[in-house]
């Protein structure tokens, strides 16, 4: 398994009968996610997934659990972001019913599409920017320097650059 690949597990070969259920740990490679238009990369070699799968009476009821590191750049610094993620998600599928809620995407003829799982529940839980800290200042509107790399206040242009500035400076005049 792994690799990039795609990676299955055959439900219905684990042969559980209703009330029984099976723990895997998968090592695999998912596809990276994209957020705000980024292009993200995962850092971890192999991401390692606890996926749990309980038979119900009437299907299976599935658990996936992995922490893996994205990496990509800043959205307000451009600069390296890394963020370790946690997901712990679940999943129904029950084969004999009609009802979308109670059937997985990520199910189909038995196989339950590992990766595919994974990969969603990392972009779910990715916040909306990456950021390279909580805190990052961006860049200088004037220059494009980062301005993470001075104390605060500290990097300023001469004041008549600013059209603003030089307004207030007539005012108090
Ligand atoms: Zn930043
Ligand atoms: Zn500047």
């Known amino acids: ?4 690949g795609q990676v299955t597990i055959d439900l219905d070969a684990l ?4 009330g029984e259920a099976a723990r ?12 705000g238009g980024e292009q993200l990369a995962i850092a971890d070699e192999d991401v390692q997934t606890r996926v749990d799968i309980s ?4 299907g299976f009821a599935l658990r996936l659990r992995a922490e893996a590191v994205v990496s990509g750049a800043c959205a307000r610094c451009l600069g390296p972001a890394e963020l370790r993620i946690a997901v712990d998600a679940r999943e129904v599928d029950q084969p004999s019913t009609d009802d979308p809620e109670l059937r997985s995407p990520y199910v189909d003829e038995g ?7 994974l990969h969603d529940a990392i972009t779910l839980a990715l916040p909306k920017q990456l950021l390279c800290r909580p805190d990052c200042a961006g860049l200088c509107d004037v220059c ?13 242009h001469e004041p008549a650059l600013d ?7 007539e005012l108090s005049e």
């Open 144 to 156: 494009g320097a980062s301005l993470n790399d001075f104390e605060p206040g500290e990097h300023r």
């Open 111 to 117: 196989l339950l599409a590992v990766d595919a799982w």
């Open 55 to 58: 038979r119900t009476s009437s």
């Open 15 to 18: 042969a559980l009968s209703s």
């Open 1 to 4: 398994m792994g690799g990039g």
């Open 24 to 35: 895997l740990d998968v090592a695999m490679r998912p596809r990276a996610p994209v957020v």
């Open 163 to 169: 059209p603003r500035f030089a307004k207030l400076r």
